[in-house]
């Protein structure tokens, strides 16, 4: 039983069939651009009183230098100090692979298995004579530690401020990527959406939907996907189990995927076929929500007056207050980039003022316990006088697309 156009009606081989390697793909960040970070951060560091900062393996040595590499237990990281070459801390046996990936210019250091690498980073520290040192937020304990005790019981400054001072406001070339894992993760939900019928598990979704975003060229297939249906749709990031679409029942989907790393994260929340009246009026008061946190952004405005915009709309329909059920259980919305959720966050706490290129997500989601849930969720970047839609909103609760 489907309720419109967009929903049910295809069936999977169809919906096969109608996927295409993206056709116009945003072009990788430049090496201009990435000096231009470097630069950046080492202004910060000054402002912060900082002589080095050491990036460790994840999405922050991405950011400064190309390497996309996870953390492990064995340490691969950016030093920077205020002048001279950057240095990357590598095990010997990664060169090869390093050197594949690096896309900045920069000063190899190698250890072997049985050496420290913390040994390494405090004699580069001490050649660039740099006494102070500031540690990526993300770095796992064990580094702070070991360093800690490389440095003669020195402990790392926090480098958040340096970090998230580079990273909070996209370039043109970083809203590219996202525009485009922004619009292919919408044209994987359209799909989704019509391959609906009933019995179909979420689970068998959930697999066509990574299909779908690998077939479009995203970097890795689905970075997640949440797909709930009746009753399971209360709960914000779901519940565990198969379960089986019904007629007549809500669907939740959340899904995205990342383009040269940056992502995408995208809710649509639609009935397959019909739904109560109650239902109809949380869908509205969601989307109602959505729209007042949308338009009180704007440069100089703190995140958490866009948290209080959506909670606004929902307290005087008699829901919350606050994080109260039924009501909005959680922020309105996440910063997002090169990680799905990073800063700033539009929450209440939050004084980060923002500023054009800064992006989030607006998702404030409402909840009806035990009974349903509705997410509307759309990311938006900061501009000069207000803010734009990397994706539309759905226009109507039987028209998840506009």
Not at 193 to 200: D, F, Q, Y
Not at 247 to 259: A, E, H, M, N, S
Request: charged letters at 20%; one cysteine or more; hydrophobic letters at 45%.
């Amino acid at each position: 039983m489907s309720g419109t156009r967009q929903i049910g009606g295809l069936g999977l081989a169809a919906a096969r069939a109608a996927l295409a390697p993206w056709p116009t793909r945003a072009a990788p960040i430049h090496a201009d651009e990435y000096q231009a970070r470097l630069d950046r951060a080492r202004a910060l560091m000054r402002d912060a009183g900082a002589d080095a900062l050491l990036i460790t393996a994840g999405t922050s040595l991405r950011y400064f230098s190309g390497v996309p590499w996870a953390a492990s237990e064995r340490l691969v990281a950016l030093l920077l100090t205020a002048t001279g070459r950057p240095i990357v801390i590598c095990p010997t046996f990664e060169t090869g692979s390093l050197a594949a990936a690096l896309r900045i210019d920069a000063d190899v250091r190698v250890w072997e298995e049985h050496e420290s690498p913390y040994a390494l980073v405090a004699a580069a520290l001490a050649e660039r004579h740099a006494h102070s040192l500031a540690l990526d937020p993300a770095a796992p304990h064990v580094v702070t530690t070991k360093l800690r005790e490389a440095l003669g019981g020195q402990l790392p400054a926090d480098a958040s401020a340096i970090v998230d001072g580079c990273r909070r406001r996209k370039s043109p070339a970083e809203l590219a990527l996202m525009r485009q894992a922004t619009a292919m993760t919408l044209a994987v939900h359209k799909l989704a959406a019509r391959v609906l019928h009933a019995g179909i598990g979420n689970r068998e979704l959930v697999r066509f939907i990574d299909e779908a975003h690998r077939a479009l060229g995203a970097d890795n297939g689905s970075t997640f996907c949440i797909v709930q249906f009746g009753q399971a749709t209360a709960y914000p990031h779901g519940l565990p189990g198969e379960q089986h679409l019904e007629d007549d029942q809500l669907v939740l989907i959340d899904t995205g995927c990342t383009v040269e790393g940056y992502h995408s994260d995208i809710t649509r929340c639609y009935p397959y076929g019909r739904v109560d009246g109650e239902v109809e009026r949380i869908w509205a008061l969601e989307q109602a929500a959505q729209r007042a946190a949308f338009e009180a952004v704007r440069p100089g405005v703190r995140c958490e007056a866009v948290d209080a915009a959506a909670r606004a709309v929902v307290e005087r329909a008699g829901l919350g207050p606050d994080y109260r059920l039924p009501g909005i259980p959680h922020r309105t919305g996440h910063g997002c980039g090169m990680a799905i959720h990073e800063a700033p966050y539009l929450v209440r706490g939050d004084a980060t003022p923002l500023a054009p290129g800064m992006c989030a997500s607006d998702e404030p989601m409402i909840v009806v316990p035990e009974r349903f849930g509705v997410r509307l969720e759309d990311h938006f970047h900061v501009t000069d006088d207000g803010a734009a839609w990397f994706t539309e909103p759905s226009p109507a609760i039987d028209q998840p697309f506009a």
